[in-house]
């Protein structure tokens, strides 16, 4: 960044100000909350995590520093204020791909093309973005997404919304735009698949894996321990006996000497 575009510390300071009447705000509708999910403690959560954020990155721009805070993402819903009994519904959903094998998509387009006996003249399965028109036109989007792989397809995030309505749409008056004007707040529930996810449990996974072959190692360790004492008893018991049984030899011969003696007299 140039030194130009640059904020000031003026600017830092003020955004450092803003954040502690924000922490104060939020800590006011804390202890003024009317329940579990009272809209004003929401508003103020996230006051206080655009202030956050705003001071982290003019901190970071001004004296390349940055501060403890991990800032939320927009992946959470604000409280459900929909209707308690919801006389319709609408079902959002998005899923993501990338074109991984482009000739195996327009190959599975031709397929679409051949078996059209009232296709046009003109073979829209020669491009990327035509075959994909002929495969969208031509499956259900779950079939795809069940098949993506013989499409060519890999699958990206996915994420299912349903949200609440008073009363259902009129035929058409959303087809223009369908996705503006989604209301968080009617959002009844909502599915994310992520890849994302997946490493988060495979992180888990080799921590758990880690810790057992640990607790293994330790294991052998002491079954180890066990066998050397073992070993050490033994040979213990060994040296005693022996050094025992020669003491007893050695009396023997001490006493038995005077006897040979007085024969020999």
Known sequence: MSDAAQPTAAEVRAAAEAVKTALDRHLAAVERRSGEEDPA???AFNELAAAAEAYDELLYDRYDEVTPFEIPGEDTLPPYTGPEEPSALSVLIRRDYAVAEPQRLMA???RVEAADEEAPDVEASGTVHGALGLLFGEFEP????SRHKEFGLEEGDSTLWVTAADESADPGEW???PFEEVDPERVVCRFDVSTVFDEEFDDDIEDDEDEEDIEDDEDRDDEDGDADLTELDGDLDT???TDLDTDLDEDEDEDDEPARLEADR
């Open 41 to 43: 403690v929401y508003d």
């Open 108 to 110: 599975q387009a031709r």
């Open 142 to 145: 779950d079939e795809i997404a």
């Open 175 to 177: 087809l223009q735009a």
């Open 239 to 241: 040296d005693l006996d």
